[in-house]
Nanobody
Framework: QVQLVESGGGLVRPGGSLKLSCVAS????????MHWFRQFPGQERTLVAT????????IYADSAEGRFTISRDNAKNTVYLQGTRLTPADTAIYYC?????????WGQGTQVTVSS
């Protein structure tokens, strides 16, 4: 059974930084691409970043380029998303996702709120 558990969300001041973690289980983590999505209130989830199985290749949404970094530790079955220079526009629920089986598998999400 695939499980994805995100953590690390919370309240951060504008201009601050945050590092999210997602621990995966139930599948061969090191063989899969991993994604981070975010969902703004009333909107659908949008892709933030993708990382390949070895961690050697990453892709970012335009809104995330230069401020977010996706990384992974295959020994710990964990994928990370570091955000810097955060603004209120980054306030969202952040989800990790894995393309396992039919479609994408999702975690429960972690809320990030950027506010003074």
């Amino acid at each position: 059974q695939v499980q994805l558990v995100e953590s690390g969300g919370g309240l951060v001041r504008p201009g601050g930084s945050l590092k999210l973690s997602c621990v995966a289980s139930g599948f061969a983590f090191s063989q899969y691409y991993m994604h981070w999505f975010r969902q703004f209130p009333g909107q659908e989830r949008t892709l933030v970043a993708t990382i390949n199985p070895t961690g050697g290749s990453t892709i970012y949404a335009d809104s995330a380029e230069g401020r977010f970094t996706i990384s992974r530790d295959n020994a710990k079955n964990t994928v990370y998303l570091q955000g810097t220079r955060l603004t209120p526009a980054d306030t969202a629920i952040y989800y990790c996702s894995a393309p396992v089986g039919r479609g994408l598998q999702w975690g429960q999400g972690t809320q990030v709120t950027v506010s003074s």
